[in-house]
Structures are given as structure tokens and as C-alpha cells.
């Protein structure tokens, strides 16, 4: 089993920062692409960015210039900065992960518990 642990969620007002991690654990072995998802109230869950195992990026259109997604693979965690942040990305956001554990034959999808971030305007 792979376990995630996000931190760096909270409070902050527009135009403000915060930088999220997610770190896995549980005897990783390996660790494909990982990316970050968000869900606001009474909205459906969108994706914000991901990164792959060779570092390629891709960004929702709506976070692109302001976040920026980067990946520690010494540590097996996964970041997310948001600068220039908006009320609109009020939300619950996760860390996804596709790994794998020495438990393990193939690759599994594993989701963090999440990290609320709100920006108040």
C-alpha cells in the first residue's frame, strides 16, 4: 500500500501564496505521474496539473502562469506553488499519485485525503 500525506493548505488572502506538498510512503518502489485535483463546493473535482516521471508538465488553462507543479523524487513527493492566488481557487485540493509499493505487481492509482485552501477576497 502507498500512503499520501498532503500538507499546506489554509487560509490567504487574494493575491497571496501557498506552496502544497504531498509525500508518499509505505515501501514505494516506484512512482509514474502525480498531479494535484482540486473540488470546490458544488462543483465537480478538475484537474490542476501533473507531472510526469521524466518532469513534463501540463496545467489546467485556468491555473497556467500561477501555479507551478514540481516533483522530488529523492523524497517521493510531489508540489504544488500557487502564486497569485483567487477566491476562485477556493477548494478542496488532493495529490493523485500512480505508484507502486512493494506489496505490489502493477501500478495503483492512490489519493490523498486532501487540503483545504481557501482565498479570501
Known amino acids: 500500500q502507498v500512503h499520501l500525506v498532503e500538507s499546506g493548505g489554509g487560509l490567504v488572502q487574494a493575491g497571496g501564496s501557498l506552496r502544497l506538498s504531498c509525500s508518499a510512503s509505505?515501501?514505494?518502489?516506484?512512482?509514474?505521474?502525480m498531479a494535484w485535483y482540486r473540488q470546490a463546493p458544488g462543483k465537480q473535482r478538475e484537474l490542476v496539473a501533473t507531472?510526469?516521471?521524466?518532469?513534463?508538465?501540463f496545467y489546467a488553462e485556468s491555473v497556467k502562469e500561477r501555479f507551478t507543479i514540481s516533483r522530488d523524487n529523492a523524497k517521493n513527493t510531489v508540489y504544488l506553488q500557487m502564486n497569485s492566488l483567487k477566491p476562485e481557487d477556493t477548494a478542496v485540493y488532493s495529490c493523485?499519485?500512480?505508484?507502486?509499493?512493494?506489496?505490489?505487481?502493477?501500478?495503483?492509482?492512490?489519493w490523498g485525503q486532501g487540503t483545504q485552501v481557501t482565498v479570501s477576497s
Open positions: 493523485n499519485v500512480e505508484a507502486r509499493s512493494v506489496d505490489d505487481f502493477l501500478f495503483g492509482i492512490y
Open positions: 507531472i510526469t516521471s521524466g518532469s513534463t508538465t
Open positions: 509505505g515501501s514505494v518502489v516506484s512512482i509514474n505521474a
